[in-house]
Antibody, heavy 124, light 111 residues
Framework: EVQLVQSGAEMKKPGESLKISCKAS????????IGWVRQMPGKGLEWMGI????????RYSPSFQGQVTISVDKSINTAHLQWSSLKASDSAMYYC?????????????????WGQGTLVTVSS | QSALTQPPSASGSPGQSVTISCTGT?????????VAWYQQHPGQAPKLMLY???KRPSGVPNRFSGSKSGNTASLTVSGLQAEDEADYYC???????????FGGGTKLTVL
């Protein structure tokens, strides 16, 4: 069974750094793209970026390029999303998502598997 | 890239059909058949309902169907049931390095 289990809720102050995680199980971690989606309170879904664990090839939405860093640790089948200096506007629910494979290739164009979400609250 | 455009709300009575539109551009919906629809109930993670315009993942009822014409994709829910009341989001592949764009979401109310 494919599972994406995310780290717990975080409460941080503006300017602090943060790294949240998404531990994958039930499939070959290095084969499938893993992405991150933001949902601000009461708002819609926003695609942030995606990484291919096999070679750490990473793509970012222009809206999030330079604002966050997506990485993986293949040794523990875990993807990470990190901020070096949080802002209040980073307060949101963050979901990790897994891509799919078709015809012998793997893509991150839609997402069947979602983590349970990590709530990040940034407040002074 | 800009978000896809969805109506903020839609509604229907039990047993009726409702269609939700998702309008993009020639850079996303109009070019690629990688449109997906997600259902999100309050307090839950989104759930994939349709992918590649009209394909259903295992377990999704065939009351959910999809189509696309030009730059607009549509989700139709037939035989509305109370449990269909949720927020629905469309997404599309937008090329250029695996970029994905979401719609703003539509709140579906079952009257």
């Amino acid at each position: 069974e494919v599972q994406l289990v995310q780290s717990g809720a975080e409460m941080k102050k503006p300017g602090e750094s943060l790294k949240i995680s998404c531990k994958a199980s039930g499939y070959s971690f290095t084969v499938h793209w893993i992405g991150w989606v933001r949902q601000m309170p009461g708002k819609g879904l926003e695609w942030m970026g995606i990484i291919y664990p096999g070679d750490s090839d990473t793509r970012y939405s222009p809206s999030f390029q330079g604002q966050v860093t997506i990485s993986v640790d293949k040794s523990i089948n875990t993807a990470h999303l990190q901020w070096s200096s949080l802002k209040a506007s980073d307060s949101a629910m963050y979901y990790c998502v897994r891509g799919y494979c078709s015809g012998g290739s793997c893509y991150g164009r839609w997402f069947e598997f979602w983590g349970q979400g990590t709530l990040v609250t940034v407040s002074s | 890239q800009s978000a896809l455009t969805q109506p903020p709300s839609a509604s229907g009575s039990p047993g009726q059909s409702v269609t939700i539109s998702c309008t993009g551009t020639s850079s996303d919906v109009g070019t690629y058949d990688y449109v997906a629809w997600y259902q999100q109930h309050p307090g839950q993670a989104p759930k994939l309902m349709l992918y590649e315009v009209n394909k259903r993942p295992s377990g999704v009822p065939n009351r959910f169907s999809g189509s696309k014409s030009g730059n607009t994709a549509s989700l139709t829910v037939s035989g509305l049931q109370a449990e269909d009341e949720a927020d629905y989001y469309c997404s599309s592949y937008a090329g250029s390095n695996n970029l994905v764009v979401f719609g703003g979401g539509t709140k579906l109310t079952v009257l």
